[in-house]
């Protein structure tokens, strides 16, 4: 299910399992794909109230290694 701000084209992205057994395998599968696909339009990785700890190493999906590198000098 997709949700989200759609003025400001930020979607969330909500799978729901019902099996949890399967749930690190589901999101084996469906991140990559998601990344790729977001990179893809030149979109973001991103979070309402920041990057956070999840999603840090996602980063370079939609910004450079500039860019990261001054995120990380600016925090």
């Known amino acids: 299910m997709g949700h989200g701000h ?3 084209s930020n979607l969330h992205l909500n799978v729901v399992i019902t099996d949890l057994s ?39 999906y939609s910004r450079s290694e500039m860019q990261i590198k001054y995120m990380v000098r600016c925090r």
């Open 22 to 60: 399967v749930a690190d395998r589901v999101r084996d599968i469906l991140e990559p794909f998601v990344f790729e696909y977001v990179k893809g339009v030149k979109g973001s990785i991103s979070a309402e109230h920041g990057i956070g700890l999840y999603k840090r190493d996602k980063l370079h």
């Open 6 to 8: 759609v003025c400001d």
